[in-house]
T-cell receptor
Framework: EPEVTQTPSHQVTQMGQEVILRCVPI?????FYWYRQILGQKVEFLVS????????KSEIFDDQFSVERPDGSNFTLKIRSTKLEDSAMYFC????????????FGPGTRLTVT | GESVGLHLPTLSVQEGDNSIINCAYSNSASDYFIWYKQESGKGPQFIIDIRSNMDKRQGQRVTVLLNKTVKHLSLQIAATQPGDSAVYFCAETSNTDKLIFGTGTRLQVFP
């Protein structure tokens, strides 16, 4: 069964450093998403992406964040200058349709900012 | 595990019994709902979805019920198994890409 994959599974970085989280969505999916889950809290939407541009973003997704689909398979989330409060699990998701339709999630990348 | 933040309600059931997990949603304009299962250290796993023009949908061992009048969603799991132990989230959306997740319910299955 096809699945969303994410790398790395765990990333430790120092405050102020840039990180790139990588995702390979399911191959026939056209819509891509990033969510995050701070330890013990709800899963929160960050951004959706379609046709090489951002479709929607939340208030969390400020200028420190960016997304990119650098090739036909990868989808990345970049945090330019990490803060302690960016520590969370970051989940990539993909779907064949828009408007929330059947979003399938990857296993997540645990980001720890020290 | 989670030591800070949300207090998750817990449902404990015996293996083989049926489980019912409930979710109250807030936006009366929400028109699409999904139930996700999240095991420790893993991402949310899609279980079943329902659109607002339906009030019931069945999958394999799972049934989702939607009551729009009281903004309530439930997930019924038949013949609960140890592998069903996880945190279950409902998520809603209103004609947007953004899924809004609920707080979750922890399901514990004991033999």
């Amino acid at each position: 069964e096809p699945e969303v994959t994410q790398t790395p599974s765990h990333q430790v970085t120092q405050m102020g450093q840039e990180v790139i989280l990588r995702c390979v969505p399911i191959s026939n999916h056209l819509y891509f998403y990033w969510y995050r889950q701070i330890l013990g809290q709800k899963v929160e939407f960050l951004v959706s992406f379609y046709n090489n541009e951002i479709s929607e973003k939340s208030e969390i997704f400020d200028d420190q964040f960016s997304v990119e689909r650098p090739d036909g398979s990868n989808f990345t989330l970049k945090i330019r200058s990490t803060k302690l409060e960016d520590s969370a699990m970051y989940f990539c998701a993909s779907s064949t349709g828009t408007r929330g339709y059947e979003q399938y999630f990857g296993p997540g990348t645990r980001l720890t900012v020290t | 595990g989670e030591s800070v933040g949300l207090h998750l309600p817990t449902l404990s059931v015996q293996e083989g019994d049926n489980s019912i997990i409930n979710c109250a949603y807030s936006n009366s304009a929400s028109d699409y709902f999904i139930w996700y299962k999240q095991e420790s250290g893993k991402g949310p796993q899609f279980i079943i979805d329902i659109r607002s023009n339906m009030d019931k949908r069945q999958g394999q061992r799972v049934t989702v019920l939607l009551n729009k009048t009281v903004k309530h969603l439930s997930l019924q799991i038949a013949a609960t198994q140890p592998g069903d132990s996880a945190v279950y989230f409902c998520a809603e959306t209103s004609n947007t890409d953004k899924l809004i997740f609920g707080t979750g319910t922890r399901l514990q299955v004991f033999p």
